[in-house]
Every structure is written in C-alpha cells, then in structure tokens.
C-alpha cells in the first residue's frame, strides 16, 4: 500500500512553521469538526434529548490525534467532503466505548452545518490570534513612529525623490493600514456564526426528533445554545448564503495586503545602495555561507510572498461563492475551502513575520540623511519657486506670466552643470536674481529640506493617538 | 492622423448601456476630476485665500464636456495618469476667460489627492445608486417570498433532490446575501473619503501657501471645508495606505456575488426540463429569429457573466495594493484604477439586472409540484427511518443494531424495482412491516414531503422581517 | 514541544488521494531535490572530479524517507527556502557514513538550481502519468462519439435548446478539448529543462572548481551529463527568465478547463428533471444514508471544483514571474512553487476522475429523446421557414418582404396557444398554408428534428479519426 | 436622452493611446464582425450560391465608421452579443441600396461563428504587430548585450549583492525571456482558426442551404474558402471547446510578464541611490514641473503596471472557459471577450513601451561599478574559501574538518570591524594566514569579483546567436 504523506508546507515558506499553520492545519480542522459534533451532544445531553450517560464516549472520542488524517482526506473523495468519514470514524470511536452512544450524534444535522460552523471556528480561532498580533505589532509602530517622529527621510513616488519628510511619517502610513485592516478583521470576527439548518436548512430533521422525544424544549433555543458554546453568532441558517464567508476573507486579505506594502518598503530599504533600513538579525536567518556579506530580508521576502498569494487566495473563495447554486452547491462550495483556509493561514503567518520584522527593525538616520541630501536643495524648489516667482514680475525682471518659467530655466541650468547631488542652485540663483528678490539667507531658507515637511510631526502624533489604546487593548 | 475611437462596451454586455456605466464612465471621472478641482478652489475663494472673482472661469472650465477625453487618456501616458494633462487643459481653458486664474487651481495639491478623492466620489455616487437599486430588489424578494412562502419546490444539493422546502425558502436565501451585501455597502460607502495631502502626503506646499499667505485660516478647516462640499470624510492624508481602498472594493465584489447566486438558480430553472422558473419577458430580449422557442435567460446570463468577472476584478485591486511602496508605488497604483472602476460599474449593472429579473420573475409551482413529485416519498425517508427504526428491534423486525440497515434494505429494494419517479416504497413497507410498527395512515403521513418543510414558513416570516424595513429605507 | 501535523487534503476533496497527490507531495518534492543533488554528485564521480568512493554515502542518504519534513519545511524559513535545510540534513546524514563525502555535494551549485530543477522534475514525473491518463481518457471518450454517433440529443444554447445533435456530437467536443490540452501538453513536457548556473547562473563558481581540480572535462560537458541523467532538457541558465515555469503551468490549466467542461455537463445531465446522463457508480461514492434515492455526482462535482481553482492557481504562477527581478527575485519566486504544485496536483486529480467518468458514463438515450421531443418540431423551424418563405410571396400568400415575419406570426401563435411540449405548429401550420406550398408529408420532413443533424455524424468520423491514434500511444 | 460616452483608456494608462489599443478598439472588432460576414457573403457570391450583384451592397456597409458602437453595445444586452444588433444594423443599411441583398448576409452562420471568429481576427492582426515588435525590442537587446557583454555589474539575489557579473547577462536574461514568449507567440497566431458551425456546430443550416440551391460546391469547400480569406486555420467546428481560446491568451500572458520583468529591473536602476540606468528621455515625459529634479520612469511604471494585471486578465479568459457547459455556454463565453481583448491589447502596449525602453536606455557603467564595488572583494569569499580552505589543514592551520569554519571566522571579522563598504578582508587575511597559504599576488586574484563572472561572456554570446536571426526575421 501506497504511504500517504503529509504536506508541510516545504514549498511555503510564507506559512510553514508558523503559528498560524498549526491553528489551521488539517488536525485542527478535523478538531474542530469533532468540536463542533461534540458540543451539539453535548447540548442535546444537557436538555435531557439524549441520555447524559453517552456524553461519556462522546467527549472521549472528540480527539482528533486519534483519527487518520490521510485516511479522512482521501475518503473525503467519496462524498465530496470530509466529514462524512470523519463522521463513520467517529460513531465507531464512540461505539468502541458505548454503541447506544454512537446514534446521540450528528442528530438533525447535515455535513454542511459542521463543515460551516467548523470553518467558522476556524476562522475565530486563527482571527483572534491574528489580532492579538496586529495589536502587537501596532503597538511596535507606535513606538517606531514616536522614535523617528523627526528623523529626515525623503519621500519617493514612482520611485523617485520627491519631497522632504520623515520616518516617522512613512511609519504611520504602516500604522494606519495594519491597524485599519487590524479593526476591521476584529469587527468581522465579531461575526463568526454557527450554520444549523439541516440537509434543506428547514431544521426539519431536528423538529421530527423534537416531535418524537416530545421535546419541551425548542429548536430555536437549542440552536442558541449550541451557538453560545461554541462562542460563535447565532443567525438563521445560511447555507445557502455566502456573504458570510466572504465578509470574513474580505478581511483576512487586508490585512496581508498591509503587512506587504511594510515588506515592500524594506526590501527597498534594506539593499546595500539605499541602506536606510536592516531587517532584525536572528541566528540561522538570512546568511549565506557562500556569500557571507549577504543579509538576505527573509522576513520581508516571506511576507511579500504571503501578499503575493492573497489576491488569488481571496479570488478563489469569490470564485467558490460565485458558484453558489441552490441549496449546496456542485463545486462551488467545496472551492471555498482550501482558499479560506490558505488565506486565514498565510495572512497569520504574515502577521508574525510582520510583528517580528517592525519590532526590531534596524533604522539608520545616516543613511536616510544620506540619500537625503542627493537631492538636498532640489526638494524644496517647489516652495522656492512659490515664493519667488510672484516678486519676478513686480521687480521686472521676468517678463508678465513668465515668472515660473524664468525659475525653472535656471533650475534647468543648475541641474545641466551640476553634478548629480552637488548642484549649483543655490550660487546661479544668487547670481542671477538681484538682491530685493532674494538674500542668500531666505534662499537657504527657502532651500532648505528639513524645514519642508509641512504638518508630518503633527500628522504622526495625531494618528499614533488614534491606533495607540486599540494597540494595547 | 488616427482617429481615436471609444470603447462603448461592445465586448462586455455585462454593463453595456447600463446606467452605472454611464456614471463610471471615463466622461464622468474626468467630470469627478474637474469637480475636486474646482472645489479645492471654491474653499479657497471662500476663505480668501485667493480670489473671488478667480472662481467663475474656474467654475466654468470645470465641465468635462468641453475636454477632449482621448486625448487627456492618451497624454496620460506621459506622465502616468490623466489629472497631469486634465489640469494642463483646464487651466488653459481657465485661462481663456480670466489668465490670472488658471493659478488659483490645484494650489498645495498633488494628482494623486485629486486621482484618489475623485475615484472616491465615484464610487460614492455610483455606490449610493446601486445601493438604492439593491433596497428596491430586496423589496421585491420580500414580497416573492412573501407569495411563494409555502409553495412545494425540492431542495437541491449537489445537484440532486435533497429534502422538500419552498421556493419562499429559496428566495429568502437570495434576500439574505442581497442583503447583507446591501448592508455592508450601505456602511462602507459611509467611509468614503477624501485623500489631501500633497506629493508626500505631509501638506508641505499648503502649509507654505498659507504662511505666505498670512492665512487665518488653518490648513485643517480648508480641508475639512473640502471634504465636507464634496460629501466625503476627513481622515488624516492615506495616499500610502490602501486599505481604505480594498474596503471599497470587497463591498462590491459582495454584492455582485450574491447576484450572481440568483442568476445560477434562474438559469437552472428556465432550462425545459425543469421549467420551475421563468425570466420576465420583455420585447427584444432573448429572443432568436432563428429558434422562436427559445426564450433565452439573458438577464441572469448577463448577470452570471458579471459575477464571473468579480473575483479577478477584485484580485486586480488587491494586486495593486500588494504592490504599493514607499509615498507613491510605481504601478501598483495605476493597476487599482481600472479593476475599481471595473468592479463599481460591473457589480452596479448586475444590480439593474437583478432587479428587473426578480421584480418580473415568472414563477411556475406546477411545476415546482411536478418536479417534487419526481422523488416524492422518497424525499421523506430520512423521517420515515427516524420514526420506525426504533420499533424494529423492540418488536422483533430486526436484530439489535440493525434496524437502520432493515429499513434503507427496504428502500433500496424499492429503489431498484420501482421505475424512476414512481417507486413502490409505500406498497413494499406495508408489505413488510407489521402493523404494529406503522399503520398505513401514519405511514402516508410519514412520507408526505409537504409535511417535511420543518421551520422553512416561519424562518421566511423571521428573515424577511429582518430586512423589509431597511428594503424601504 | 509542538507537534507538527501535515496536511493530507482534508480540505481538498479535488485532490485529496490521487496518484498526482503522491506524486507531487511534499516528500515527492524532497525526493526530487534529492534526487538532483545526487545526480549532480553522480556526474562528477564520473568523470573523476570527487572521488568514487564517496558516491555510496551520498547514494545512501539520499532517500526522502529519512527526512523530517515538518522541521526542513519550517527551517526552510530561515533563508527562504527548502533546500537549505535540506542541504544541511543531506551532508549530515552523508557524514555519518563518510565525512569526506558531504563536501562532495552541491559543488557549484546554488539553491535555485536546485529548486528550479527538482520543480521541473516533479512537473516531467506527474505530467508523464497525467498525459498517460488523458489519452486513456481519451481513447474512452472516442469510443463514446463511436457509440453514440446517432444518438439523438437536443443541443443547448444559453441553457434553451437549440437545434437537435447528437450525444456523439457532443462527446466530440470533449474530446477535441482534453485531446487538445493533452497534446499541448506532451509537447511543454519535452520542453521541461535543467536549470544550472550557480548563484548569479555565470557558473563562476564551477568552472573555478574546474580550473582547481585541473578537470579535462568541461563544464558544459558536465552540465550536459547531468541533464541527460536526469531527463531534461539542457538550455543555458534562465533562472532569470520564467518563461519556461510559464509554458508548463499553462498546459496544466489548460487541461484542467477541458475536464471542466466535461463535468459541467455531466452535472447537468444527472439533475433529475434531465436525466440524460449517469456516473459510473461505485461503493461508496455519492452515497448519503439520510437521502437514499440521491446520487450525488461527486466526480463531477469534484472535477468542476478543481477547475475553479485552476484559473487562480494559474494567475498565482504569473503573478510571481511578474513580480521577477534581478538575479533571484525577493519573493516572486517564492510565490511560483505552492501554485505550480497545486496546478500539476489538481491537473493530475482532475484527470484521473475524468478518466474514471467517461470511462463508465451511464448514457440515457431515452431521457435523450424524452427531451428532444420537448420542443420536437420546434427546433427544424429554422429550416421550415428557410424552405417556405421564398414560397409565400410568389404564391401571394404573403406581401413582398414579410414572407419570414408570415411565418413567424404563425409560430408564434402556435407557441402561445399550445401546451408545452405539445404544440399545435404542425397543425396551424396545414390549416393556414395552401397547399400549393406545403403538404403534409413535405411539413412533416421539414420539421422532422431527427433529419436535421447536419454533419455531425461526419464530424464525429472526422474528428475521432484525428485523435485515435494519438489517444492509444 | 443620455449621451452615451466611450471609454479611451482614461483610467488606464497601460494602453491608452497605443497602437495596440487602436487595433483591438470596440470600433476594430465591429470592423473584424464585418470582415467575417462580409467575407463570408463574397465566398457564396463567388460560388453563385447567392446573386453577384447582391455583393455591392454588402461590401458597401461593412464599414465599421458607418455603425452607432454605442447603440449596438447598448442592444448587445439584448441578445447577449453585439453580433445580434449588429447585423439588424448591417442588413438594414444593406437594404437601402439593395432591399434584396439583405437576405444573402449571414446565411447558415450563427452569431458565436461570427464572434469567435471575429476574435481569432483580433488576435491574429494585433499580435502580428506585436510580434514584430518584440522582435525589434530582441534586436536591441542583442545590440545591448553585445555593447555591455563585458560591463562588470554586480548580481543581485534577494535584493542583496551575490555575485559579479555583467550587465550584458542580465540583458540575456530579459532576451531569453522577451523571444522565448515570442516564438511562443508567433507559434500560436499560426493557429488562430475559423469558428464556422451555426447554432449547434453541425452545419445543419448550411447544409439545407446547399440542398435547397441544389449547390455543387460542398460546405467543406465554402467553409476552406473563408477560413483562407480571412487567413485563418480551418478546423473542425471548436465552439464548445475553448482551448483555442486559452491557448492564445496564454501566449499574450507571457509577453508581458517577460515585459515586466525588465521594467523591474528598471525601476531598481533608476532609483537616485543605484543609478546604473535611467529610461530614454523624451519631451514631455516623466517630468513635474514641481518637482524638476525627478525623472519618473514612467515607461517602466506603466510596464509594470501592465504586467500586473495581466495574470488576472488571463484568470479571467480562464474562468469563462471553466465556466463552459453544453453548446453555447449560459456566461462563461461572455466572460472571455472583455478579458480576451484586455490580454492582447495590454500585452501589445506593454511590448511597443518596453521596445521604446531597450532601444533608448541610458546605462551607466560608472555606477555599476560603484555599487559592486560597495563588496567588492567580498563577492568573491566563495572563491577565496573554496581555494584556502583545503591548505589550511595539510597546513596546521586549522584542525581537520574547521578549515572552512577557519575562514569564515575571518570574514566574519573582518566585517564586523571594517566600515561598511570598506572591508579590512585582504589586510586580515594577509596579517592571519602564513605565507605558504596564500600569497599577496594570490590573493589579489582570488578576491577579484571581475576575474569571477564564469561562463557570462561566452553565454551571452551563446544566448545572442541563437536570437539574433529571429530578432531581424
């Protein structure tokens, strides 16, 4: 017989080991499936509907180191989902123990309601430790942005220099996106429900049963507690429905796409020619023996990679819903699943790497002064021309309308004859513009970077305020 | 020279000549372009910050009529979007009536403010349009459900009868996903926003002009001002954070999947063989000259059409933000533009269509009825088994543990010698069964599938309550 | 410590316990590295470059079985990727039994050697046994078209019946399909190629090895060796340049979207109200307890859900080219592998359910004729209005021009008037005509649906004989 | 009445303005529907199957300038193809010059032949201008090759420095990639083929067409004369199979991922802090007059960002191709044609951008040789290590089995003592190791990184021949 291995994620590395892969592994899924099983008996016992002395075997069996995972999945094939064997392999369980216990399970319910309440608890579980490191990771960034709150750095658009600014105004562009989509998910996971409908969605297996052990208890209010257990939402069945799914990968996605416009902003920053940043050392991580001034950024390597993954992860489980057809869908449904769980994974995993990465990142002013001054005065001609040009016209010496263009004539000049990062600016201007229009002290003013970054100080403190009690909270 | 022609959506019926194309339209972002020009102007013309009697050339060229949309699409390329060239004509076309007031436009501003405000306030107006259409589509799903609460019609699942329901049950899955979609669109467009920053976000170059200025006025009222006579909200500048964008765009990639679920059901439906549904007629459309039976499904053609495209629209944003880097990304940007724009027009048309589609539905329960009958007793042996199975061993039918299997011995039997859709399930148990098991009375009752409906009448009263107010709203 | 589990599919029922997931798992893909670091250590035993006697440790370790997978996949974060845990594993082991010996691997090779070739090996491995499957596959469906080539089957259009066919015809369009995509394949599968360069693909590093080791064999002879050893092709280096991962994941999706489209129709044609077709039937399969008279089509099912993954799988592949850069890009590579992976697993899977589908199709040529006779004399219409028109004007039965809108009226009348499935058109069509320009038995050649297939048994000759010989070598 | 306005590419500046854009416009495929009917008349025209004098007419309004794209997009809703108002347009100014000519258009075709076929026409004219493109852009790449086949540069892996190597092998690199997916390409538009089969694919209609003209000429030699025509393949009727379709976007798909590529590497260059390129300038281009010391590479930018949305333009052809089913599928063709053309026309605008690139870039040698010389020696301590480490045992330096270890504890040394960029390795290495180690001279050499970029000369002579006679073809 062929052995069935197990995958691990040795072509993942944006997810394999994390914390975030154990939660959401196959085992955890078959747990939660169990869970899910279990806490429905365990209802049922509770209001007297099944005998209480077979929640015994039924809580025993509920373990899933004690089912074969390989044998489940491949099984799975046989009625399009895994539940159904994970199912057979339960009652048997339970009936090694107590075989009267084996028929107090799965009472009135359908694969779909423990395949959906299961991904749904997935969901939670994976989410809320996700957030908790949101959270932590936006507490890190807070910090980060306070730190070089004032710290020169060039901002680029289009890769380029554009204008003067600070670190710790990128950061808080950081801040805004990780703890926006961080909210978002934590509104979202608020959201997480149980799906109890039976085969149609009718309840109309439960309300049989209910009407042959003359139950006094109600349908609805079993459906509640079962929800309370297992601390999911408890709204009328949807399985046909898939806006709820969708509502929670909606927010996974963000916040994969937030931690990769960090990444992305390091791997730029960490090459040898730029050099602002250095992603956090840690033994065994990237070094390369062969080429031993090598630091490779693996964490933010990793983290782009997850990013890279999410649109089409996120894309499948729209594709899956957009499948949505009738009661169950023919595919449609089933498309859901490994989409869902890739993204609740990678975005996870992501979020660990992201936390690590901001929470020791390597800053280095230097270089950002550095790569500042290549274009040093050329980043405030904007305001220079801004202020000059008007007094051109009154002083006669531009022609009227032809203040600006006199101004980026001589900037023009300075760029040509300069070197790059040593232009002549500042003395042409000097020559060139009479005294009333300008003394060398305005123009180094008007020059000068550093005192050209507008409200970023401001917008810093005011937007670290916003994210920094949700940060610890 | 070439003649540039438009595209007019000959390829993609989907939104063709609907009315969210013609308000997402390249005219109408050009028009959303010029509107946030002109109204940056206006507050400063009403702070004094530059002159009053600027306003009315400026006001005049900000019509998108008088532009010349090829070539501002074209020109766009030079500088990699089209707010470069738009602002070259409008302040030349300022310039026409009043020279002096072409620079009292786009002062302190950057394009990405205007690129981004104005992709906002198009999705805030289309938005609140496919909004209004959605309430008016949910309405009409109330009432279907409303009318057809305890009409028979068969579950299906996996493509197969699973248990009785009613079409009422059907649509009030259709009513839930609309929804919810509906409702988070609803809130999401409730955060539209303005983005003003300047090049790198930090209100540098406002912050200049007002110093030079000697304003009064701070740079946060201008702003608030903005926002406010444009119908958006104020958050601090986020041009390097795209999650305020991705929430846009989920929203409507919801809403257009849970159209595209009601457009499945229908195209199932109006196939001859099944015949439980038909689209609303209407002249012109569906018709083949050729095939005059034919009455081809082409709203929830069109509307499937749609759905198929969201899932790549919404990975196209997704892409883009992924791609975002440092102040301004070098095409990660570009690439959110026409996906968004794609997903706003597409998902708003897939709303016309379903809600023409489900206001006219034409509803068939003959032959829901007849189809039902197809499985008929069969679709009840899941209670049938529940009911009697227990009485097998106690009154000697069946071996300890075995009843279950008795019972699906009989069916299968049944199965097997009855012809498709008219078995001999009833004859055979009476056959077979003693009559202290079950009486041919409670038999029959046992087996009838409009028995077997569970909660299906009262969840259609519960859900629809939930959501009429709103519908209305 | 712990536990690490892996996962086995259990969320993959598309997948889960086909040969291609053996073929492709994890272990596969470790194996695969292995087997390249080995062969490469082969050929330079081989011609003298390290000595012979170190090749039996190196043999020996090299089995995937004596490797923690969980620990190399979570390791392999550290730099990035798997291979460089694996790589220390590797030496180890070959240390154990002959230290000399671990300095005898990887001897100018850099990890994305490794890995870019170990992919292509998995590729050759599973495509090899996929294209073997599709022919079988499509030798099974050339018996099919033989079989049923006069079938009569209603062909559909947008869901409508359009003009009769056959079932012949339409298994000739699956075949044409698959046949395609097959052949498409079996051609990039002679295109999979040995990646070998060294860190920046300059062979800097080999040819310094050759020039201290005094070799009289050269690099390009080395390289030659290892390709053919290993079965690839021998390009140049291209670690830079995608296009080859491209060309491969392309047939795999291509071959995938034409199972896709095989199963679409089977689920349709096994919907009750249809009934024209039958999964093969199996123990086990399709099978649920609770609802005995349903037969789910869970291949089908199953094979259209791999097909919905495929198009993201695919774009996931190319979003990593795209995001290539330099040498070795910082992330995009990275993003090819778990997509590549999925594409040839969930090709392979979907492959081996079609193979197994049409292999045992169950065909209905009852329900066949049932439903063509739905709209029976309705879809020759067509060609009943092409024969009388021209007649009508010259016998001044109709004006000049409105000869077809005659017709037409008249057809319509009889829709309107007729039950379904039974209408009147014949009839009208005698008592409205004269019979100067129809008789009854002429009438009834003309709306015969039956004489009114066209070439399609010539075209199931034509096409079967073009793909027969193909499908059997 | 609401004027309808086009879309030219205003929130799409990948394409806006190309002449990619201008031969896949809405206007050009009305142009290819026409051809294919017009086409289609003239070969029954020339076999006397309908009137000679019917031709005039039909030659004179299958003129795309003559029809309204916004009304026929606009009815297009109606049917669900453009084809169907279309041709009510094309025989209606048909028949104003000649009533009679009205009835010989169309005849025995149905509208997916004309719009599949009308789509191959798209594909084959935009991609042979494509194609040459690229072969141009391969010619400048060979020309760039071969003038910097020797320009040392340092490799990048990971963002981080590996190894030297030169300019010229990178440009192989982007070569390799941009042929390989031409010859691809120029592969598959030989295969562009006729789709000709009305309604069902059985050429029924055309069948009793011929019967009822009592023709001589087969349909086989009708359909030959078209497919020859137009300068398409002739198959046999594909219209439920797709993977013509797939295998033709594919092909587009590569283009601009090769595309991509460059432009990322691109975009690194010209980065202020690298500067080892700088895009071709132009008048107009890249430039803010705000900020007058950018360049932005928009070139690269709008690459990029073509090259972004290509894997979801490619997802989504393949979404409507996995959503096929029966003989016209009800959505999934729909949803190729918007996707279809956005590949071939984004990939033809990305290929005329990136030949703009390759044939004007600006390279600067001088910074290549700056920025590798930031590591200088340390780009060759693989070398350095490979040579030493064996003497160090046989020499008493290091114990058995520590000599590498020996070594890298001297870089590692060395690193952390020297200044960044200025490593003391040689003086330590010299100060540390005896002299019958390593001497000065020796040293010199071994830590040269130009004497250690391998094969890269002799395989970008290699990689150039083997394009250069494409590139001019």
Same mark, same amino acid.
């Given at each position: 017989?062929?052995?069935?291995?197990?995958? +691990?994620?040795?072509?993942?590395?944006?997810?394999?080991?994390?914390?975030?892969?154990?939660? %959401?592994?196959?085992?955890?899924?078959?747990?939660?499936?169990?869970?899910?099983?279990?806490?429905?008996?365990?209802?049922? #016992?509770?209001?007297?509907?099944?005998?209480?002395?077979?929640?015994?075997?039924?809580?025993?069996?509920?373990? $899933?180191?004690?089912?074969?995972?390989?044998?489940?999945?491949? &099984?799975?094939?046989?009625?399009?989902?895994?539940?159904?064997?994970?199912?057979?392999? +339960?009652?048997?369980?339970?009936?090694?123990?107590?075989?009267?216990?084996?028929?107090?399970?799965?009472?009135?319910? %359908?694969?779909?309601?423990?395949?959906?309440?299961?991904?749904?608890?997935?969901?939670?579980?994976? !989410?809320?430790?996700?957030?908790?490191?949101?959270?932590?990771?936006?507490?890190?960034?807070?910090?980060?942005?306070?730190? +070089?709150?004032?710290?020169?750095?060039? $901002?680029?658009?289009?890769? /380029?220099?554009?204008?003067?600014?600070?670190? !710790?105004?990128?950061?808080?562009?950081?801040?805004?996106?990780?703890?926006?989509?961080?909210?978002?998910?934590?509104? %979202?996971?608020?959201?997480?429900?149980?799906?109890?409908?039976? $085969?149609?969605?009718?309840?109309?297996?439960?309300?049989?049963?209910? %009407?042959?052990?003359?139950?006094?208890?109600?349908?609805?209010?079993?459906?509640?507690?079962?929800?309370?257990?297992?601390?999911?939402?408890?709204?009328?069945?949807?399985?046909?429905?898939?806006?709820?799914?969708?509502?929670?990968?909606?927010?996974?996605?963000?916040?994969?796409?937030?931690?990769?416009?960090? $990444?992305?902003?390091?791997?730029?920053?960490?090459?040898?020619?730029?050099?602002?940043?250095?992603?956090?050392?840690?033994?065994?991580?990237?070094?390369?023996?062969?080429?031993?001034?090598?630091?490779?950024?693996?964490?933010?390597?990793?983290?782009?990679?997850?990013?890279?993954?999410?649109?089409?992860?996120?894309?499948?489980?729209?594709?899956? #819903?957009?499948?949505?057809?009738?009661?169950?869908?023919?595919?449609?449904?089933?498309?859901?699943?490994? #989409?869902?769980?890739?993204?609740?994974?990678?975005?996870?995993?992501?979020?660990?790497?992201?936390?690590?990465?901001?929470?020791?990142?390597?800053?280095?002013?230097?270089?950002?002064?550095?790569?500042?001054?290549?274009?040093?005065?050329?980043?405030?001609?904007?305001?220079?021309?801004?202020?000059?040009?008007?007094?051109?016209? &009154?002083?006669?010496?531009?022609?009227?309308?032809?203040?600006?263009?006199?101004?980026?004539?001589?900037?023009?000049?300075?760029?040509?004859?300069?070197?790059?990062? &040593?232009?002549?600016?500042?003395?042409?201007?000097?020559?060139?513009?009479?005294?009333?229009?300008?003394?060398?002290?305005?123009?180094?003013?008007?020059?000068?970077?550093?005192?050209?970054?507008?409200?970023?100080?401001?917008?810093?403190? /005011?937007?670290?305020?916003?994210?920094?009690?949700?940060?610890?909270?």
């Amino acid at each position: 017989m062929r052995v069935l291995h197990g995958d +691990y994620g040795v072509l993942s590395p944006a997810w394999a080991g994390s914390q975030a892969a154990a939660i %959401t592994s196959d085992h955890a899924f078959i747990q939660a499936l169990l869970d899910v099983e279990h806490a429905w008996s365990a209802v049922l #016992a509770e209001a007297g509907l099944i005998p209480q002395e077979h929640l015994g075997a039924i809580t025993d069996a509920a373990n $899933a180191d004690d089912y074969d995972l390989a044998a489940i999945a491949a &099984e799975g094939v046989g009625g399009g989902n895994p539940l159904i064997p994970l199912l057979g392999a +339960y009652r048997a369980n339970v009936a090694k123990t107590n075989p009267a216990a084996a028929s107090s399970i799965h009472i009135g319910a %359908t694969s779909q309601d423990i395949m959906d309440t299961a991904m749904m608890l997935i969901i939670k579980r994976a !989410g809320e430790q996700t957030l908790a490191t949101i959270k932590s990771a936006a507490a890190a960034l807070v910090s980060l942005a306070h730190e +070089y709150r004032d710290t020169p750095m060039v $901002a680029r658009s289009l890769t /380029q220099h554009s204008l003067p600014a600070t670190f !710790g105004w990128r950061v808080t562009h950081w801040l805004q996106a990780l703890a926006q989509a961080g909210q978002n998910l934590e509104q %979202t996971l608020t959201q997480t429900a149980l799906q109890w409908g039976g $085969a149609a969605g009718t309840r109309a297996s439960l309300q049989d049963f209910l %009407t042959r052990t003359n139950s006094t208890v109600t349908a609805d209010e079993l459906v509640a507690d079962l929800a309370n257990k297992l601390g999911l939402q408890n709204p009328p069945p949807w399985q046909a429905n898939r806006v709820p799914v969708l509502v929670q990968a909606d927010s996974f996605a963000q916040v994969v796409a937030a931690c990769g416009k960090i $990444a992305n902003d390091v791997l730029i920053s960490v090459r040898s020619e730029n050099g602002e940043l250095g992603e956090p050392l840690a033994a065994g991580r990237g070094i390369s023996s062969a080429m031993p001034h090598k630091q490779n950024p693996v964490l933010s390597v990793l983290i782009k990679n997850a990013a890279l993954t999410a649109p089409q992860l996120l894309a499948q489980v729209y594709t899956g #819903a957009v499948a949505n057809v009738e009661e169950r869908a023919d595919g449609g449904w089933h498309t859901e699943w490994e #989409a869902l769980r890739g993204l609740v994974r990678t975005s996870g995993a992501a979020v660990e790497k992201t936390h690590e990465l901001v929470s020791g990142l390597r800053v280095f002013p230097d270089r950002m002064a550095e790569n500042l001054a290549r274009h040093g005065e050329l980043l405030a001609t904007e305001r220079m021309v801004a202020h000059l040009a008007p007094r051109l016209e &009154e002083r006669g010496v531009a022609d009227a309308g032809q203040d600006k263009k006199y101004l980026q004539g001589l900037i023009s000049r300075a760029l040509t004859e300069g070197a790059a990062g &040593e232009t002549q600016l500042k003395p042409l201007l000097l020559a060139e513009l009479p005294a009333e229009v300008v003394t060398e002290s305005e123009l180094n003013n008007l020059l000068d970077p550093s005192a050209y970054t507008g409200d970023a100080a401001m917008l810093v403190d /005011q937007i670290t305020s916003t994210y920094i009690d949700w940060s610890h909270s």
